[in-house]
């Protein structure tokens, strides 16, 4: 179903929603205690600024709001400098997921999304609906469940991405869902649609194996890393980006 975006505005920002899964979106959507008081608020992490599990009337969503990280955000926090309504986190974010969509890729169903604006700076939320069942390409890791097989699926699921030029600005073992139907990417703040080229793309399948390091994927040793997963995923994501 193709998005139909609807715009609300009011003195303090703007609401961006997709119509064709809610007719209507208005801020309590973006208030935890709202859907708290409502016995609707499933699961909250990382108090303000984090994520929450919301019972929506569209569907099981996750509220996120967007929040600085490193250094920056000791002095911003959750605040972005203004640059105009499309230029903002939210709007980006939302917008790439219904190109997402429109692609027929595998990432987070966008709900709808919010700004609210004091002087040069705003701050942002946005709404998806919830993956369910899903499990996090860290924690098939950290329970030893990540192996060949499902490497090669995360080799083609990025390829796929990459093929139709969707660059993920945080790809990482965190931001890739696995179900038992499908893998998906998540988590596209900052990120964009730019011509294919071997450049990023290569830039990119390097952050998801410097974080694969990180989490513990080479604890055997790099050979053992290289042969039982890194190939795996490099040889199946070539096939398919030039399939």
Known sequence: MAMQERIREDAAGAILFDAAVSPQVDADWFDPEAWRVRNALRQQSG???????????????????????????????????????????????????????????????????????????????????????????????????????????????????????????DLNAHNVLVTAEQLYLIDFDRGRQREPAESWQQDNLQRLRRSLVKLGAATQGEAAFEEQLWKPLVYRYERTVRA
């Not at 920056?72 to 959750?78: I, N, R, S, T, W």
């Not at 980006?92 to 997402?100: N, P, Q, T, V, Y």
């Not at 709900?111 to 609906?129: E, H, K, N, P, S």
């Open 47 to 169: 108090g303000r600024g984090g994520v929450a599990i919301i019972d929506t009337p569209a569907g099981e969503c996750v509220l996120r709001h967007y929040r600085r990280g490193g250094m920056v955000a000791k002095l911003m926090g959750d605040r972005y400098l203004w640059k105009g309504a499309d230029h903002t986190r939210c709007f980006a974010e939302f917008r790439l997921l219904g190109r997402i969509a429109a692609l027929d890729l595998p990432g987070p169903q966008a709900v709808a999304c919010r700004y609210r604006r004091t002087g040069f700076f705003y701050t942002a939320d946005l709404i998806t609906r919830r993956i369910a069942d899903a499990h996090t390409l860290a924690e098939l890791l950290t329970e030893g469940r990540l192996d060949g097989e499902v490497a090669e699926l995360v080799g083609a699921l990025v390829a796929r991405f990459h093929r139709a030029g969707i660059w993920h600005a």
